[in-house]
Each structure stands twice: as structure tokens, then as C-alpha cells.
């Protein structure tokens, strides 16, 4: 650069500094000044040598940050400071001994503090800001003031983007909308939040972004003639009551609009409160109250205002400090029309959250007005224990309460349905981990698949590439998108297995002297009692049709009369169902609880569920455990006076399930037996070992295994097995 376009440059830091003064929202005194000019000195010395992507000075930057915290949002000196310095100790050969220093401890802690969140190890496509999000929650209980300074650096990095690639633009925009909007909304930053609403819509949606600002300026004549309107017709009655007001209109953002045309599925001309009418007011603070009731009174008296569309937020402020009377009224032309209406302090804090709330309320001491909004805001997003739980949901509370949030071992966000399980966040990082999940992790801890997450949870998915999934997982999950893929990856298995099924029955026929075509199949089907042939394929495949069903199947052939006689009583199937490429469910059998048991019960008169139902389990007194339909009219009832009476149920295809069973086994005792046990279960795919317990005693041991498995001959194959080994005296089943 030139020596003219360096001076010109000196200059511009200069004015930009004057600027960063001038426009403090807060009084700055002369330690004020003085600290910020020093902090402004060595950011500059700092930064002299880097330039932006744009090609301008680095130290811009901080200073436009610094502006952002002290005019926007209207933190103190020490944030100000804090804000020049944010990327100095990250960037350059400061560190934060040296900081602490020359600025003091609280400085040191909040720069420290935006060091560690930008100073992330990642590798590879994890995303930084995701880490970023967590390691904001880490410092949480340092300084909330770090997160403030982080939103207005964010802030400035969306307004000044565009000489990034369009894939970084995407990318950080996108994390903007999902992290940092919702933040600046939970602290009372709501011109911060909409800017940053809006630049990320400019970069994730350019095309509707521009399509959506081009209408709002070519209807902004027709929109201040409607305030014009508006205006003149309370006017008089205003002037009236010698009131001192303001009236003026207030375009709803552009994502607002983008929001409601979404979720009505509307066009932008249909969207009918595209802005509101604000009606700002100057009083004594006794007077405030009465004042916005006053100027409510007279707004209803000249126009019909929705009766649910009120909101009295100066009687119960929102936990932000925000406070107004927000109404819709019938306006002129016969359009709905939102008319909020703010004093002058509402106003400011509305525009700066709680900074302005405490200004008004400590006027005389004015650190402690800021000591105190921290420590409310500290109070807002902590409880006693200082969790990352705490504080997603609070930040997240007005936008996404029915979303959680969880963390990857390497730190990645997920976003997940509340209520969702340990397996819904393995399908939601991907399918085939979801499917080869062998166990799940939460915060270091072994939990059940089943176990809900809360938000701020650390998941780790331990997969295996023999696991795969089994009814039980549609048990486990509540999310649709892993109850779907759960469903079709068990399909696909009862597919294969009816492939497999298929190929046993053709050796088996061929032995019994049977021609395996259409109409030994059709017969099978019928007399097997099964819908489609894939049924009777998955059974055989399964051994739920055995060696001595195909007998008796056989026997039942040779026999031409009996044969014909049950033909004729028979309906005749459809062949197309016969034929139909899908496996059925037949609901036999009802069972209770998480372990499925089949216990007694008796069907209720009031609702008279069939198989297939919806339905519950009820203990009564005399009867034993009477079965209603979820949506059965005694069912709220029920569940609310006696919910620890209440028993989960469900229809199942006792054909197509998998069955518990305990092994007891006795033997002599040798070394390695146990070892031998245990890796002939092991070895078979079809059996799952779900506990096991051995006794040793002078030579003389015992042992009980629980197994599930699919069917009978799976569980007899091991019984033999077991019992050829050496040592072992006798297997019998509990």
C-alpha cells in the first residue's frame, strides 16, 4: 500500500475510534475512556499487520464489535475493552498474562474466554461452531459477558461475508440461524436477533431473501399511507388526553415474513401483519401502567380488536425484561393490524434487553445496574450446578422448546425431537450406524438403547458389524425417521430369510416326493393357515414350520378324502394375495410390559378391543387385568386417577417373535468350561444371551443362562450342543 493510502487508512481507524466513543449507549467516565483507549492502542499495535479477506485493515474488526457492544447491546467499558481485545491473544503474540497485565483480571477472564471458543482442535467435517456452542456453555460460569461478545462478533462477521466462498457463507449462516439467533433472542436482543435472522436467510435463501425485500419496498408507500390512516383516526383522541406519544410503523422482518408465508402456505400479499403499528409514549414511571391501558382503551374504542389476540406483557414481563401491551385490532380497509404499545423505558429495553432495564432501575449506581443484569441473566441460564441441559433449554426455550440438543463425542450438534432415545440419535447421524448400533454411551455411562436424552448430552453409539436390528428397536425409538428405517431393515431381513426359506422347502418337498409349484404352494398356504407364500417361505426359513409340520402337511395330501372334504369347506384363497410380495402380521397373541409377558387377562365391554387395537393394560381390584382401547372413553380417566395401576400392551405375531427361555445346566468342573459355554452361544447369530450365572462348589458347578431366540428348534440345536460338552452333566429348561 501507499504511504497516502496508509494515512488515509490511519484516519479512518481514528474517526471509527471517535465513533466507537460517541455512540456508548452508557456514560463513560475518564477511567472509562482511558481503559478503552488503551485496550483500542494495543489492539491496534496487535492487528497491524492483517488484513481481512476484503482486503481492509484487521483491527476494523474489534472496533465494529467494540461498537456493536457498547451501542447496540450497551455494555460497560470493561466489555468494550474486552470486545477491541476479543482476537487479540488468538491472533497475534499476546497472551493472556499479558492482558491481565495491562487490563486487569475481569478483561483477561472475558478475552480468555472468546480465545477458548474460537481456539477449537476439530478434525476433518465436524463442525466448529458446533464446539464452539458447547465451549460457550463451558463458560457460562466465567462470565456471561463472553457469549455477548461473541453474538456481536458474529454479528459483524454476518454483515460483512460476502468475500467468502458461497459454501463457507452457507455454512456459517446456517449456524447463525441455529445457534445465535436463539441466543440473542433468549438475552432481550431482539434488533440483534432479527438482523441476524435476516442475514442468514440473505445467504441460505438469496433468491427468496431478495424476492421478499424487493415487495416489501415496493409496498413501503402503500404501507405508510395505512400508518398515515392509522394515525389520524386516534390522533384527535390522543391529543385529547394531552398525552406525549410517538406513532410509528415497524416492518416485520424479512425471516418473520419468510416464517409466516411457511407455515400458513401463503403467498407474500397474504401475509396480513407484514408490519405492526408501535405507539411509544413518554410518562412518569407511576404513571406507565395506567397510561398504556389508557392508550389501549382509546385504540379499542375506534377500532374491534381481537379479544385473543392480546398480550399483557407490562403486567407479567417476559423473562427477558421485555415488557409492552401488544393487541390486533380490525384496522382501516378491513385488515388486522398489530398495534403495540411501549413506554419510552419498554422502548429502550426492548431495543437492549436487560442493559436498559437496569439502567432505569439503578440510575445512581451505575456498575451495579450492570453487575446486576449479569448476574440475572447468570440466574436465567444456570441452576445450581452449572449445566450445558440448563442452559440449551432456557436459550432454546422460546423458539424450539420441542427440540433437544445433544453432543457427539468429537463435540458436533444434533438436534433431535424431545423425548427422542440413545437409538433415535444413532439414526440420526446416519443409517448405517444406526443400524449396526451395538450400544450407546451418554455422558460416559453404558445406558439401554432405550434411554431418553436430554439436552446438552454427550452420545457416543458403539457399533458392532454383527448387530442388527430386532422388533424390540421399534420399542426403543420414537422418532419416525428411525421407527421407518428400523421398520424397512427388519423387512428386508424377513425378505431374506424368506429367500432362504424358500430354498429349504424345495429340498424338503423334493424329499417328501412333492412337486414344488403353484399348487403345492397354494395348499401349503391354506394349510399352514398363512396369507402369502412369502408367510410361508419366512416361517420355514425361521423353523417355525418344521420337519414334522411338512409331514403332517404331507400326510394331509395323501389322504385324497379328508383332503378334499377340507378343500371344500375352506374359502378358496385369492391367488394374487397368495402371491403377494410382503410378509404379514397375524395378531395372536397380547403381551404386558417392557419384557413382554403373557399373562391372564379379560377383555373390557367398554371399548371391546379385537387384536391389531391400540391398548392398555388395566389392574382392577377383583378381575385381574382388564384390556382397553388407547382412545377408550374411561381411558383419560383411568390414566389420571390411576396411573400406577396402568400396565403397557401391545398385539404381537407370536410367530414372527423372538421367545426368552432359562437354561439350567449342572456339571463337573473344569477349566475353561465356562469359556465353552458361553462361545457356543456366542457363535449362533440367531441367539441372544441376555444374562448368565454360574456356581462353583467342591468340584460341582451350576450355571443359569437366559437366551432369546427365534423359535423352538434354535433353542433344542443348543440344548444338544451344550450338552456335548465335556463336563457338562445336564441341560433342562426352566
Not at 416492518?251 to 396480513?272: C, E, G, L, N
Request: with cysteine; net charge neutral; hydrophobic share 40%.
Amino acid at each position: 500500500m501507499t504511504e497516502l493510502a496508509l494515512e488515509k487508512e490511519r484516519k479512518a481507524i481514528a474517526r471509527e475510534y471517535k465513533e466507537l466513543l460517541r455512540i456508548s449507549y452508557r456514560i463513560l467516565s475518564k477511567e472509562d475512556k482511558k481503559l478503552i483507549r488503551s485496550a483500542f492502542d494495543v489492539a491496534v499495535d496487535a492487528h497491524k499487520e492483517q488484513r481481512r479477506k476484503s482486503g481492509e485493515a484487521y483491527i476494523f474488526h474489534p472496533i465494529a464489535v467494540a461498537k456493536i457492544v457498547a451501542s447496540e447491546i450497551g455494555l460497560d467499558a470493561t466489555s468494550i475493552a474486552a470486545a477491541l481485545l476479543h482476537d487479540v491473544v488468538e491472533d497475534t503474540s499476546y497472551t493472556i498474562v499479558d492482558i491481565e497485565q495491562m487490563f486487569g483480571e475481569v478483561v483477561a477472564r472475558i478475552v480468555d474466554g472468546l480465545t477458548k471458543i474460537s481456539n477449537m482442535p476439530y478434525e476433518g467435517d465436524v463442525s466448529l461452531q458446533a464446539e464452539n456452542f458447547r465451549k460457550m456453555l463451558l463458560t457460562l460460569n466465567e462470565d456471561i459477558r463472553v457469549i455477548i461478545i461473541k453474538i456481536a462478533d458474529r454479528l459483524h462477521n454476518m454483515q460483512t461475508m460476502d468475500s467468502m466462498p458461497p459454501h463457507k457463507q452457507v455454512k456459517i449462516a446456517s449456524e447463525t440461524l441455529y445457534i445465535y439467533a436463539p441466543m440473542a433472542h433468549r438475552i432481550g436482543l431482539y434488533n440483534i436477533k432479527t438482523q441476524l435472522e435476516d442475514l442468514s436467510l440473505k445467504y441460505t435463501e438469496p433468491e427468496v431473501y431478495n424476492d421478499i425485500l424487493s415487495k416489501i419496498k415496493e409496498s413501503k408507500e402503500q404501507q405508510d399511507a395505512y400508518i398515515k390512516s392509522f394515525s389520524k383516526i386516534i390522533e384527535d383522541s390522543l391529543n385529547a388526553e394531552k398525552l406525549d406519544y410517538e406513532i410509528k410503523g415497524r416492518p416485520k422482518s424479512i425471516f418473520s415474513i419468510r416464517r409466516k408465508m411457511q407455515a400458513q402456505t401463503v403467498t407474500f400479499d397474504q401475509v396480513y401483519d407484514k408490519f405492526a403499528v408501535r405507539i411509544i409514549y413518554r410518562s412518569t414511571p407511576e404513571d406507565e401502567k395506567f397510561i398504556a391501558w389508557k392508550i389501549y382503551s382509546i385504540v379499542t374504542d375506534h377500532f374491534r380488536p381481537n379479544p385473543v389476540r392480546l398480550r399483557d406483557w407490562i403486567s407479567s414481563p417476559k423473562s427477558t425484561g421485555y415488557e409492552a401491551l401488544h393487541i390486533t385490532v380490525m384496522g382501516p380497509q378491513g385488515k388486522w393490524v398489530e398495534v403495540q404499545i411501549r413506554s419510552e423505558r419498554m422502548n429502550e429495553i426492548a431495543e437492549k434487553g436487560f442493559a436498559a432495564h437496569y439502567k432505569y432501575k439503578n440510575k445512581n449506581s451505575d456498575d451495579g445496574g450492570l453487575e446486576v443484569w449479569l448476574n440475572k441473566l447468570q440466574e436465567t441460564l444456570e441452576n445450581q450446578d452449572i449445566s450445558a441441559i440448563d442452559f440449551v433449554e432456557e436459550f432454546k426455550l422460546n423458539l424450539y422448546s420441542k427440540e433437544i440438543f445433544v453432543f457427539t463425542p468429537k463435540g458436533d450438534l444434533f438436534s433431535l425431537a424431545k423425548g427422542a432415545t440413545a437409538l433415535d440419535f444413532a439414526f440420526a447421524i446416519h443409517t448405517e450406524i444406526g443400524l449396526r448400533t451395538r450400544g450407546t454411551k451418554v455422558n460416559g455411562k453404558l445406558v439401554p438403547l432405550s434411554h431418553v436424552l436430554n439436552s446438552g448430552d454427550q452420545v457416543e453409539i458403539i457399533t458392532s458389524n454383527n448387530a442388527k436390528p430386532t422388533n424390540n428397536w421399534l420399542d426403543y425409538a420414537n422418532t419416525g425417521r428411525a421407527i421407518s428405517k428400523i421398520k424397512s431393515a427388519l423387512k428386508e431381513d424377513r425378505k431374506e430369510l424368506a429367500n432362504e426359506g424358500k430354498e429349504v422347502l424345495k429340498r424338503k418337498l423334493k424329499s417328501l416326493k412333492i412337486n414344488f409349484d403353484d399348487t403345492s404352494i397354494t395348499e401349503m398356504v391354506r394349510f399352514f393357515k398363512v396369507k402369502t407364500s412369502l408367510d410361508l417361505f419366512y416361517r420355514v426359513g425361521a423353523g417355525i414350520i418344521d420337519n414334522k409340520l411338512l409331514k403332517d402337511y404331507a400326510a394331509s395330501r395323501s389322504n385324497a378324502f379328508v383332503s378334499f372334504f377340507k378343500n371344500k369347506i375352506r374359502k378358496p384363497s385369492n391367488p394374487e394375495e397368495i402371491n403377494k410380495e410382503e410378509i404379514t402380521e397375524k395378531y395372536d397373541q397380547l403381551v404386558f410390559g417392557k419384557d413382554e409377558q403373557k399373562l391372564d387377562y379379560k377383555m373390557s365391554n367398554c371399548c371391546n378391543p379385537i387384536p391389531g387395537d391400540d391398548v392398555f393394560g388395566f389392574l382392577t381390584v377383583n378381575e385381574g387385568i382388564k384390556v382397553h382401547k388407547i382412545n377408550c372413553p374411561n381411558a383419560v380417566q383411568l390414566q389420571s386417577n390411576y396411573s400406577y395401576r396402568i400396565m403397557p400392551a401391545k398385539w404381537i405375531d407370536s410367530t414372527q417373535r423372538d421367545f426368552r427361555a432359562e437354561l439350567s445346566i449342572t456339571g463337573i468342573d473344569t477349566i475353561g468350561l465356562v469359556n465353552a459355554v458361553t462361545k457356543e452361544i456366542s457363535n449362533n447369530l440367531n441367539i441372544d444371551m441376555r444374562g448368565v450365572h454360574f456356581d462353583s462348589d467342591d468340584g460341582v458347578f451350576t450355571g443359569r443362562i437366559i437366551v432369546v431366540v427365534k423359535n423352538k428348534n434354535i433353542l433344542d440345536n443348543l440344548v444338544q450342543n451344550i450338552k456335548k460338552i465335556n463336563g457338562i452333566d445336564k441341560v433342562t429348561r426352566k
